[in-house]
Each structure stands twice: as structure tokens, then as C-alpha cells.
């Protein structure tokens, strides 16, 4: 089946800084992405959907200028958590929908610890 | 919006004995519903999944779910527990297949030898 890597699989940042987080498609294209959050023990919460080529569409609540999101080309998104705090760690998943009909392949998911 | 409730955070079950995890769902229009799997720091793998076809859905790993609109509900079972199904299960829905899932809170299934 397909496949969606991400990278890093984890980092540790200082408050402050801020954090890229790569999403690719590796064998398909995907115009749309999908970028969530999940906090230890709950579930995923989708932040964004990313879209290639325009800008991305925030869930309410979610800040985009905190939140940056490029989905650069067909095969590639990325989540920038600016002047990241501790409260931003969390494991980010990304996810790309399938050629099928309801088919959504997950990335493995980039665990952020922010000290 | 569509939602879904996933009742029981923690799940035990003895091993070969049947694993039931509950899903009701909430939705305006007619629903497709999902189970996932995720394993410790793992993305989600899907399950299996509903689309309006037949009620009784067959996933890998001998799983199996039952659509049942009147009490808009979408139960995975699996006969009989394997060590390796431990993991966490969610359920999710999505009511236009726009691939914009809500998903559950999640159940951690934990398999007792």
C-alpha cells in the first residue's frame, strides 16, 4: 500500500525556537494533507488540512501563524511550530489521502518535546 | 458535526477470550465509519471500514465491525484475542468521505496472557 513518511521522528527543542516537521508521500501524489495532534493518551485532533499549491485551511481554534504550513509540492507538506512553548509538545501525525475511495495512509508520527 | 464516542479508555481481555470495543457515532447525514489501530509511537493503520456497502465489515487481523443505523452504532470484535492486538483502537467517522476524520477517544486494548 502507500506510504507517508515524516521526519523527524522526534526532536527536542528549546522553548522558544521553532520546529520543522516533514510529511511526504513517497509513492503517490496528494494534493491535500492532513495534519493532526495527539496528545499523550487522547485522541487525534486535526489541526489543518494542507493543500498544495494555495494556502492551508486551520481548524478553529488553531492558530495558523503558530502552526505554519507548506505543502510545497505533490509529494511534500510541512508543519513549522514557531517560537515553540511546552505546551506544543505533543506527537504530530500527518496523514494523505489514497487514490481509492476513502483511503487515508497515516505517517508514522513526529513526537515534539519542547524544554 | 459528525462524532463519535468510544466508551471505556482501558479494555482487558484474556487472551482468546473476545475483544468488543463500542462505537456510536453521531451524524446529520449517512455516515462512513473507520477503526484504526495504533501501535506504541506509530502512525494509524487502518482497519477496516464502512461506506454504505455491507453491514458487516471484515478487516485484517480477523477483525470485524457491524453498521447498525438504528442504534447508530459500529462495534469491532474479534473472537479471540491475540497478544499481539495490544494496542490503542479509534474509531472515526467522516460524513461526506472527505477524508476529514473526527475520531474517538480511543480504547487501549491490553491482553492478559
Known amino acids: 500500500g502507500a506510504v507517508v513518511s515524516q521526519h523527524p521522528s522526534r526532536v527536542i527543542c528549546k522553548s522558544g525556537t521553532s520546529v520543522k516537521i516533514e510529511c511526504r508521500s513517497l509513492?503517490?501524489?496528494?494534493?491535500?494533507m492532513f495534519w493532526y495532534r495527539q496528545f499523550p493518551k487522547q485522541s487525534l485532533m486535526l489541526m489543518a488540512t494542507?493543500?498544495?499549491?494555495?494556502?492551508?485551511?486551520?481548524e478553529q481554534g488553531v492558530e495558523k501563524d503558530k502552526f505554519l504550513i507548506n505543502h510545497a509540492s505533490l509529494t511534500l507538506s510541512t508543519l513549522t511550530v514557531t517560537s515553540a512553548h511546552p505546551e506544543d509538545s505533543s506527537f504530530y501525525i500527518c496523514?494523505?489521502?489514497?487514490?481509492?475511495?476513502?483511503?487515508?495512509?497515516f505517517g508514522p508520527g513526529t513526537r515534539l518535546t519542547v524544554t | 458535526a459528525q462524532s463519535v464516542t468510544q466508551l471505556g479508555s482501558h479494555v482487558s481481555v484474556s487472551e482468546g477470550a473476545l475483544v468488543l470495543l463500542r462505537c456510536n457515532y453521531s451524524?446529520?447525514?449517512?455516515?462512513?465509519l473507520f477503526w484504526y489501530v495504533q501501535y506504541p509511537n506509530q502512525g494509524l493503520q487502518l482497519l477496516l471500514k464502512?461506506?454504505?456497502?455491507?453491514?458487516l465489515v471484515k478487516g485484517i487481523n480477523g477483525f470485524e465491525a457491524e453498521f447498525k443505523k438504528s442504534e447508530t452504532s459500529f462495534h469491532l470484535t474479534k473472537p479471540s484475542a491475540h497478544m499481539s492486538d495490544a494496542a490503542e483502537y479509534f474509531c472515526?467517522?467522516?460524513?461526506?468521505?472527505?477524508?476529514?476524520?473526527?475520531f474517538g477517544k480511543g480504547n487501549q486494548v491490553v491482553v492478559i496472557p
Open positions: 496523514s494523505a489521502p489514497g487514490t481509492g475511495p476513502y483511503e487515508q495512509y
Open positions: 509513492d503517490f501524489q496528494a494534493t491535500t
Open positions: 494542507s493543500n498544495e499549491g494555495s494556502k492551508a485551511t486551520y
Open positions: 451524524s446529520s447525514v449517512p455516515p462512513y
Open positions: 464502512y461506506t454504505s456497502a455491507a453491514t
Open positions: 472515526a467517522v467522516s460524513d461526506t468521505g472527505n477524508n476529514r476524520l473526527a
